[in-house]
Nanobody, 122 residues
Framework: HVQLVESGGGSVQAGGSLTLSCTVSGHYRSYCMGWFRQASGKVREGVAAIDSAGGTMYAESAKGRFTISRDNTENILYLQMNSLKPDDTAMYYC??????????????????WGHGTQVTVS
C-alpha cells in the first residue's frame, strides 16, 4: 500500500518561492509521480510530472518557474516553485501512477493521492 504525505505549503507574497515535498511510503522508484493543484471552484489540473527515468513534464503555466524532482533514495518528490503568482494559489497534491500510460496531466491516470498542502500567494 502506497501512502503520500505532502508538506511545504504556506503563504507567500507574489514573486516568492516555496518548495513542496511529498514523502512516499511503499514502492516508488518505478512510478510516474505528479503534482496537481486545485483552486477553489476549479477543476484539478496537472502541474508537473516526472517518470521513473527522471524525464519531466510541465504545464505551460509552470514552465520556467517550477521544477519537479525526485529523490529515489529517500522516497521524496519535490516541487520547487519560483516567481509565484496569485494565480498559483491552490491546494497542491502529489500523486503516484504505478501502471504507466496515458497523459501525464490526466488525474485519472494516478492511483494514489496525498491529502494536499495549501499554497496561498498574495
Amino acid at each position: 500500500h502506497v501512502q503520500l504525505v505532502e508538506s511545504g505549503g504556506g503563504s507567500v507574497q507574489a514573486g516568492g518561492s516555496l518548495t513542496l515535498s511529498c514523502t512516499v511510503s511503499g514502492h516508488y522508484r518505478s512510478y510516474c509521480m505528479g503534482w496537481f493543484r486545485q483552486a477553489s471552484g476549479k477543476v484539478r489540473e496537472g502541474v508537473a510530472a516526472i517518470d521513473s527515468a527522471g524525464g519531466t513534464m510541465y504545464a505551460e503555466s509552470a514552465k520556467g518557474r517550477f521544477t519537479i524532482s525526485r529523490d529515489n533514495t529517500e522516497n521524496i518528490l519535490y516541487l520547487q516553485m519560483n516567481s509565484l503568482k496569485p494565480d498559483d494559489t491552490a491546494m497542491y497534491y502529489c500523486a503516484a501512477d504505478p501502471r504507466g500510460g496515458g497523459y501525464w496531466y490526466a488525474a485519472g491516470r494516478y492511483t494514489y493521492w496525498g491529502h494536499g498542502t495549501q499554497v496561498t500567494v498574495s
